[in-house]
């Protein structure tokens, strides 16, 4: 089973709608959580980072980690067509702060 | 500009013939990490580099190597490349292990 599962999608969606990205991971000592977007042909822009539990919010973007579920959330408001794109989750722990795990990323489309 | 700068960004070669791809940043960054993206299974991390002469292996090392001479620069080397190595890399860098990692673009390396 890999330490981090994301469903790849791909996920459609209207312009305005609320869209909810999730990820389960394994591994309970993972305590720093990221969420990155990556455009076609672009490297992955981190959009989140949370340490442990709770919710983190940044304009239209919100972020939530269930430490006791071990699953995390990106929720993204009025979703507009410029944030159709690969959306990637990843976590470490503090005991192997060098190492890096990342979803395998799910496809979002916002049609107009 | 602060950029994690890749070279190549595309790369057509040859089974066995060794090449490298060089990896500058320029943020003072101490802890540089490289990964591969393939389909279907995300973003793998190959090595990472927690500060100058300081390196250790990721998920995926084997046929890679890695040097870290000078904080702004880390090198992936493939000594004998095949075909299993076609990918697409991306070095990232971040101040310190365990803050966010910026990417670069990338590198598309195609091995025949």
Redesign the interface.
Known sequence: QKEVE?D?GPLSVPEGAIVSLNCTYSNSAFQ?F?W?RQYS??????LM?TYSSGNKEDGRFTAQVDKSSKYISLFIRDSQPSDSATY?C?M?D?ST?????????TQLTVWP | EAQ?TQNPRYLITVTGKKLTVTCSQNMNHE?M?W?RQDP??????IY?S?NVEVT?K??VPEGYKVSRKEKRNFPLILESPSPNQTSLY?C?SSTT??Q???????TRLSIL
């Open positions: 994301q790849p720093y990221m990155y042909r672009k490297g992955p822009e981190l980072y990637l990843a470490s503090r702060l060098g190492r890096l795990y990342f979803g395998r990323g | 994690v802890y990490s990964y279907g299974l995300g973003l793998r991390q990472y927690m250790d990721g998920d991306f990232a292990v365990g966010p990692q910026h990417f670069g673009d990338g």
